[in-house]
């Protein structure tokens, strides 16, 4: 609101002030009763009203980032997952056995290690009718990879197994201690 009335005379407006008078000066917003009361002391704000008891932003930058953390934990391992995971982790650690045999066969023979083994041994157990033990026949790829493949698959079977009846094993225990607590940080 305006006041349309004019300039008032400097006596005028003095003689009203002083009476008490308030009836032409605008409203003030209303202030609700605050909970507690203001804080005073040395770290108070100061001044009154209602932009003392107002909090100010801060101003100060930290130099340092704030670094997360949250701590979690791992109530309940799901055994079909689980075994998911790892048969196909034992799978591929099963071709890499059959991989890492068929690799240090052929480095042993092109260094001639079954040779000079095989002519050792068939001179030990031979006879004067026959030649012994022949290593190079029997210790030959295609019967390394069989042997090396039904490890494999042994392997297979078992770490499943293993890692299937680890995980009821976890939950039974996670049931009685709560399960393993991790504490994950974000990195800088």
């Known amino acids: 609101m305006t006041d349309t009335r004019g300039p008032k005379a400097p006596d005028e407006a003095e003689a009203k002030t002083a009476a008490g008078s308030d009836k032409d000066s605008p409203a003030q917003p209303y202030q609700p009763p605050q909970a507690y009361s203001a804080p005073s002391g040395p770290g108070a704000p100061r001044g009154g009203g209602a932009a003392a008891t107002q909090r100010k932003p801060r101003t100060a930058v930290r130099t340092a980032p704030r670094t997360r953390k949250a701590r979690l934990r ?9 075994m998911k995971v790892s048969f196909l ?3 591929a650690l099963g071709v890499c056995t059959i991989v890492a045999a068929a690799v240090l066969w052929m480095v042993m023979d092109a260094m001639g290690v079954f ?11 031979g006879s004067n009718e026959g030649n ?9 790829l295609p019967r390394v990879l069989i042997f090396t493949s039904v490890i494999a698959v042994i392997d297979v079977v078992l770490a499943t197994a293993l890692a299937t009846l680890g995980a009821f094993i976890y ?3 996670a049931g009685f201690v709560g399960g393993v607590e991790l504490t994950l940080a974000e990195d800088e």
Request: charged share 10%.
């Open 115 to 125: 040779s000079t083994v095989g002519g050792t041994i068939s001179e030990a157990t």
């Open 132 to 140: 012994g033990f022949d290593l190079q026949s029997f210790m030959s």
């Open 89 to 91: 982790l034992s799978i």
């Open 74 to 82: 791992v109530a309940k391992a799901d055994p079909w997952s689980v």
């Open 171 to 173: 939950n039974l225990s």
